[in-house]
């Protein structure tokens, strides 16, 4: 039986792990940290279970392809999902908006905050309609796509806002509670499309929140892969690969060991491997993107609260004064209060997290700040979580009192856990004037090397990663139908 070995534990590599033994590979996971799953992570805090991951899942609507993948992978099928009304709430001084599940509703909502911007605002959520259909999760049932000559139709409605970032979509608009909206809940200099995007996927009932979790999501995922027959190292950290001509001889791990296979998948940062682990360039595609693209992450923060209950759906963005930019490091905190999961929590209190999004430059000067000097590096986390409870406080003066900071987590953190060049989450911010192109997952130098993970498409996330771990296993068995083929076709 042919042998596949995976480096990394993630996503991306439990993927790859189950859809090799599903094609009747043997396959073997090596993962450096002592637990799998790589970002979908979660961790426990003073009896407060932390879910650093899941915000939403991309392909809970049964009528994609992506809902299909998570069902070969055992992830959706039987899982029970949490379906939110509302996705954020924009919150700035001049009052508050919703990005509400009906479409109908929001766009009723935003015709009566602001008459005056009726036609951005109806051009709007065309564009969202028009994405639906796109992606066969419109109308009513969230079941209709459309039909083939409407595409071409509609193209010039998205095209549109090919070219604008979400600061130049906000602009467009007079209403100040709208431009918040717009601006609030991803980073600013984002592709419009990014929002109209995760519009269109709530909307359409395609973006929905197993129970559970990240915790159930990397479960499954584990548990699928095991009972598949594949197998799992951890404490495995990938140190070098050793090569000779375009064969690929074996991969070297930090504890001394050496393991050889007959197919190899990297899924860890490719930053980390190109000119590393490996005696090779990065492959022409991925090279640019690291040149031309801006990486990105988050500081984080989680809070206990002295209530039974938050009055909270979905996340609330707050929007940070200028006076506070020296601490924090966006312009917008976005908090997330898990009401749903009753286990997250001791009885009587409730979690609430913070997050705000940072540039490529903001998370290396935390990765700097922290091999400097780890105790100015607490006292700068301390700061975070004292000027997020203040704004949280001021905007929510029901939580005075009733917060106390039990963890804060940075840029720093993601580094040392998930091993990305700078401590990123995600791959590659998405710009304007930009479509995410998937890029290739073969390794050209080297035959039977093969790439996974969400650095193949900006920006990244988890059916990303996924659906490149499913990739790379077609890819090599496509190569050895060809080379099977071949042998046939050379016989006498």
């Given at each position: 039986?042919?042998?596949?070995?995976?480096?990394?534990?993630?996503?991306?590599?439990?993927?790859?792990?189950?859809?090799?033994?599903?094609?009747?590979?043997?396959?073997?996971?090596?993962?450096?940290?002592?637990?799998?799953?790589?970002?979908?992570?979660?961790?426990?805090?003073?009896?407060?279970?932390?879910?650093?991951?899941?915000?939403?899942?991309?392909?809970?609507?049964?009528?994609?392809?992506?809902?299909?993948?998570?069902?070969?992978?055992?992830?959706?099928?039987?899982?029970?999902?949490?379906?939110?009304?509302?996705?954020?709430?924009?919150?700035?001084?001049?009052?508050?908006?919703?990005?509400?599940?009906?479409?109908?509703?929001?766009?009723?909502?935003?015709?009566?905050?602001?008459?005056?911007?009726?036609?951005?605002?109806?051009?709007?959520?065309?564009?969202?309609?028009?994405?639906?259909?796109?992606?066969?999760?419109?109308?009513?049932?969230?079941?209709?796509?459309?039909?083939?000559?409407?595409?071409?139709?509609?193209?010039?409605?998205?095209?549109?806002?090919?070219?604008?970032?979400?600061?130049?979509?906000?602009?467009?608009?007079?209403?100040?509670?709208?431009?918040?909206?717009?601006?609030?809940?991803?980073?600013a200099k984002f592709a419009s499309?990014?929002?109209?995007?995760?519009?269109?996927?709530?909307?359409?009932?395609?973006?929905?929140?197993?129970?559970?979790?990240?915790?159930?999501?990397?479960?499954?995922?584990?548990?699928?892969?095991?009972?598949?027959?594949?197998?799992?190292?951890?404490?495995?950290?990938?140190?070098?690969?050793?090569?000779?001509?375009?064969?690929?001889?074996?991969?070297?791990?930090?504890?001394?060991?050496?393991?050889?296979?007959?197919?190899?998948?990297?899924?860890?940062?490719?930053?980390?491997?190109?000119?590393?682990?490996?005696?090779?360039?990065?492959?022409?595609?991925?090279?640019?993107?690291?040149?031309?693209?801006?990486?990105?992450?988050?500081?984080?923060?989680?809070?206990?609260?002295?209530?039974?209950?938050?009055?909270?759906?979905?996340?609330?963005?707050?929007?940070?004064?200028?006076?506070?930019?020296?601490?924090?490091?966006?312009?917008?905190?976005?908090?997330?209060?898990?009401?749903?999961?009753?286990?997250?929590?001791?009885?009587?209190?409730?979690?609430?997290?913070?997050?705000?999004?940072?540039?490529?430059?903001?998370?290396?000067?935390?990765?700097?700040?922290?091999?400097?000097?780890?105790?100015?590096?607490?006292?700068?986390?301390?700061?975070?979580?004292?000027?997020?409870?203040?704004?949280?406080?001021?905007?929510?003066?029901?939580?005075?009192?009733?917060?106390?900071?039990?963890?804060v987590w940075t840029p720093s953190?993601?580094?040392?856990?998930?091993?990305?060049?700078?401590?990123?989450?995600?791959?590659?911010?998405?710009?304007?004037?930009?479509?995410?192109?998937?890029?290739?997952?073969?390794?050209?130098?080297?035959?039977?090397?093969?790439?996974?993970?969400?650095?193949?498409?900006?920006?990244?996330?988890?059916?990303?990663?996924?659906?490149?771990?499913?990739?790379?296993?077609?890819?090599?068995?496509?190569?050895?139908?060809?080379?099977?083929?071949?042998?046939?076709?050379?016989?006498?």
């Open positions: 039986m042919k042998k596949i070995l995976i480096i990394g534990g993630g996503a991306a590599g439990l993927s790859a792990g189950i859809y090799a033994q599903k094609s009747g590979y043997e396959a073997l996971i090596c993962e450096k940290q002592n637990i799998a799953g790589g970002g979908l992570s979660f961790w426990e805090r003073e009896g407060h279970h932390i879910d650093n991951c899941i915000h939403w899942l991309i392909g809970t609507n049964k009528n994609t392809e992506m809902y299909r993948t998570w069902c070969e992978l055992g992830v959706l099928g039987d899982a029970d999902l949490y379906c939110k009304q509302r996705l954020y709430t924009s919150n700035s001084s001049g009052g508050s908006l919703s990005l509400d599940r009906d479409l109908d509703k929001l766009q009723n909502d935003m015709l009566s905050l602001s008459p005056r911007d009726e036609k951005e605002i109806r051009s709007l959520i065309k564009a969202v309609r028009t994405l639906e259909g796109y992606f066969g999760i419109a109308g009513k049932n969230h079941d209709e796509r459309l039909s083939i000559e409407k595409p071409l139709f509609r193209l010039p409605n998205l095209l549109k806002y090919y070219p604008l970032s979400l600061e130049d979509l906000a602009a467009r608009f007079h209403h100040p509670v709208i431009k918040d909206f717009i601006v609030s809940f991803m980073p499309l990014a929002l109209i995007f995760t519009m269109a996927n709530f909307c359409g009932a395609n973006a929905d929140l197993p129970i559970g979790g990240s915790a159930y999501v990397k479960e499954r995922l584990e548990e699928n892969f095991l009972s598949l027959g594949g197998k799992i190292e951890y404490g495995k950290e990938a140190v070098a690969v050793k090569t000779k001509g375009r064969k690929v001889v074996s991969v070297s791990f930090l504890d001394g060991s050496e393991y050889s296979a007959d197919e190899y998948i990297f899924t860890i940062d490719p930053a980390l491997l190109f000119g590393r682990m490996i005696d090779c360039p990065m492959p022409a595609g991925l090279a640019s993107q690291y040149k031309k693209r801006k990486r990105f992450s988050a500081v984080q923060c989680a809070f206990e609260c002295d209530l039974p209950t938050l009055p909270f759906e979905g996340e609330e963005t707050l929007e940070i004064p200028e006076d506070l930019r020296v601490v924090l490091p966006g312009h917008h905190v976005n908090l997330r209060y898990e009401g749903h999961e009753k286990s997250y929590s001791p009885k009587g209190k409730t979690l609430l997290q913070a997050m705000i999004y940072c540039s490529e430059e903001a998370a290396v000067s935390y990765i700097e700040a922290k091999h400097h000097s780890k105790e100015a590096y607490q006292k700068q986390k301390e700061e975070i979580a004292e000027c997020i409870s203040a704004l949280t406080v001021k905007q929510f003066p029901f939580l005075a009192g009733k917060l106390r900071a039990i963890d953190t993601y580094q040392r856990y998930l091993g990305t060049e700078v401590g990123s989450f995600m791959s590659f911010a998405f710009p304007k004037s930009s479509i995410p192109r998937e890029l290739s997952n073969r390794v050209a130098s080297f035959n039977h090397l093969y790439l996974a993970g969400q650095w193949l498409q900006m920006p990244g996330g988890l059916p990303i990663a996924v659906t490149s771990g499913k990739k790379a296993i077609l890819r090599i068995v496509k190569q050895d139908r060809i080379r099977k083929q071949t042998k046939t076709a050379k016989r006498p």
